[in-house]
């Protein structure tokens, strides 16, 4: 198994976030990778490797042009104004009936603009640190183009929740994305994503969104209670290229495991020739922001299962947020799926 990172992730480091009505550390910061790596090196992993500099376009072949500017210039734009003691967060956005049409100029409404919630922030670092976890999600394909069987983007910040023109859910730049579009790129003709994070993956089904040569999977907990609560319930089909399985609070693995074979068995029927797994292990059972009841061996379920579909196989690192037991359930799902 390749195992690609890059130490840039730390450059993305938020002071706080809004949750539950408060101004709160972040759940998504740089110790989350600690513990992954520690976990990996400590049970024999090999060591991982740097990405490689493709450039941006990897990145614009999923995501706007205006709004990869957009964040190559929000902290700048930021500091000019309210200066760098916060971190840039928006507090407004355009609610239907309003202009779709105009970007502000001001930083405070342009962040609105290009943004959907108030829990990412933007940072001095983020944009080197999500454009380092785009590259790292790259490289991964290309080891996989290059023979690999599989190979795990081990990035952060994470990337299922950014579309093509928007940031929220923690997410920039996603991962996920570039690395399906690489595929296809390389000549792949149907590639398959697979969301397994406890969020709907709303920016993967976004930016693949009715293209039949990229089928997209999520499951999750239901939007009807959780976030991104606009995107990811079941009847959105997307004209047949795209499949939601939302579950309810409690999910364990009696539940899981059968929407998984539900998901498996689907992307089976698409005959990919190449797989990208959105890896969260936020449905663990302690996840201090989620609610699913999942237990760390379940991961080594899981990636049994996953592995055993046999495809070419990139493996990106979305969510997970208990420090504690990342690293354990990362390495179990890693273990379950190099099994067989
Ligand atoms: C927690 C707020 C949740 C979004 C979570 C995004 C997870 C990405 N109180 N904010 S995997
Ligand atoms: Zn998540």
Not at 56 to 65: F, G, S
Not at 67 to 91: M, S, T
Not at 160 to 184: E, I, K, M, P, T
Not at 275 to 280: A, K, N, Q, T
């Given at each position: 198994m390749k195992i690609v990172y890059c130490p840039d992730h730390r450059l993305q480091h938020g002071r706080a976030e809004l949750a539950d009505g408060r101004l709160v550390p972040v759940f998504e910061h740089p110790g989350r990778l600690d513990a992954i790596l520690e976990a990996l090196h400590r049970r024999g992993f090999p060591e991982p490797v740097p990405p490689e500099d493709r450039?941006?376009?990897?990145?614009?072949?999923?995501?706007?042009?205006?709004?990869?500017?957009?964040?190559?210039?929000?902290?700048?734009?930021?500091?000019?104004?309210?200066?760098?003691?916060?971190?840039?967060?928006?507090?407004?956005?355009?609610a239907p009936g309003m202009r779709e049409d105009r970007e502000p100029e001001g930083i405070d409404g342009r962040l609105g603009y290009w943004s959907f919630d108030a829990g990412t922030p933007i940072t001095a670092g983020t944009w080197a640190a999500a454009s380092a976890a785009a590259r790292v999600a790259d490289t991964a394909r290309m080891q996989v183009s290059a023979g690999a069987r599989v190979a795990f983007a081990l990035a952060r910040p994470p990337g299922?929740?950014?579309?093509?023109?928007?940031?929220?859910?923690?997410?920039?730049?996603?991962?996920?994305?570039?690395?399906?579009?690489?595929?296809?790129d390389a000549g792949v003709a149907r590639v398959a994503v697979l969301d397994v994070d406890y969020h709907h993956g709303n920016g993967t089904q976004q930016i693949f969104a009715g293209r039949a040569d990229v089928f997209t999977v999520s499951l999750h907990a239901d939007p009807s209670f959780s976030f991104p609560f606009f995107l990811g319930h079941a009847d959105e089909t997307e004209g047949g290229t795209h499949m939601n399985i939302p579950l309810p609070r409690g999910t364990d693995w009696?539940?899981?495991?059968?929407?998984?074979?539900?998901?498996?068995?689907?992307?089976?029927?698409?005959?990919?020739?190449?797989?990208?797994?959105?890896?969260?292990?936020?449905?663990?059972?302690?996840?201090?922001?989620?609610?699913?009841?999942?237990?760390t061996t379940d991961y080594r379920r899981i990636g049994r299962r996953i592995g055993a579909l046999g495809l070419p196989t990139v493996i990106v690192m979305e969510g997970g947020y208990a420090v504690e037991s990342l690293g354990a359930n990362v390495a179990e799902f890693l273990e379950g799926f190099a099994e067989r």
């Open positions: 450039g941006l376009a990897p990145i614009t072949a999923v995501h706007e042009p205006a709004y990869v500017e957009f964040l190559q210039r929000a902290w700048h734009d930021w500091v000019a104004v309210h200066g760098p003691d916060g971190d840039a967060l928006p507090l407004s956005w355009r299922h929740h950014a579309g093509s023109r928007f940031y929220g859910g923690y997410c920039f730049l996603n991962g996920a994305a570039v690395a399906a579009q690489g595929f296809r009696l539940s899981y495991s059968a929407a998984l074979e539900t998901a498996l068995a689907r992307i089976e029927r698409q005959d990919p020739g190449a797989l990208v797994v959105s890896l969260g292990v936020d449905t663990w059972e302690g996840d201090p922001i989620c609610s699913f009841a999942l237990k």
